[in-house]
């Protein structure tokens, strides 16, 4: 009858008001990130040494004055206004050829050093998850390549296949962080890797960064993540 097709309605919205309650209390799958050292010396070492340092551009001198230490196991976060040079002086650090530097400088190989921006510019495009994994650890079988990638969440086959341009924001934060933890460069560098992306891949890279093993220079906006990565500032001014 007309109440008991009532009752039936009334049960169905309630299963499906607690069912979306459920989702909301059920945490989101987190990263196991494992990083795969390669075999180095211990102990901490200087990687970045400026003195009496200026970086700029011809004609457009943009930083001068600047005298900096990162050692192997720094975490320093590049903090200040917009335009005041924080991107410039990480790619002076990087060796950038369209920056000119004077003073003394020294910094690693660019082969030591990993550079990831909030585009992930660091992913090919027209090449997916399983040949980008495949290039950076010629060494590593397919099961291997496999099951790192799903420790970083990618595990259907279409996951691992698609072509990285069609990816996700945060598929591709989660794939960027898999390369860098199949071969952990000496010196990482992030540039605002935190903007575009929802809170579960803000959680999970600052979850997956936390346990970094090497040195990492960031710029970021986002106070919270650089405390959870223990990010000590640096002001430009």
Known sequence: DKRQGGAVQAIGRKREELSAQLAELRCPEMINARFHLEARGSGETVLVSIRDGSAGYPGRPVLRGLDLD???????????????????LM???MGDGEIIRSGQWRSPSPEDIGYVDQHYGNLEPGRSALEIMAGARRDWTDGEIRRHL???????NEEVEIQTQYLSGGERARLSLA?????????????????NIDMDTRRQIGAVLSGYPAAMICISHDEDFLDEIEAERWEIQ
């Open 70 to 88: 990162v050692g192997s196991k720094k975490r320093l976060a590049l903090v200040g206004p917009n335009g005041s040079g924080k991107t410039t």
């Open 91 to 93: 790619r002076a650090i």
């Open 150 to 156: 799903a420790d970083f969440l990618f595990r259907k």
């Open 179 to 195: 390369r860098i933890a199949a071969r952990p460069p000496k010196l990482l560098l992030l540039d605002e890797i935190t903007n």
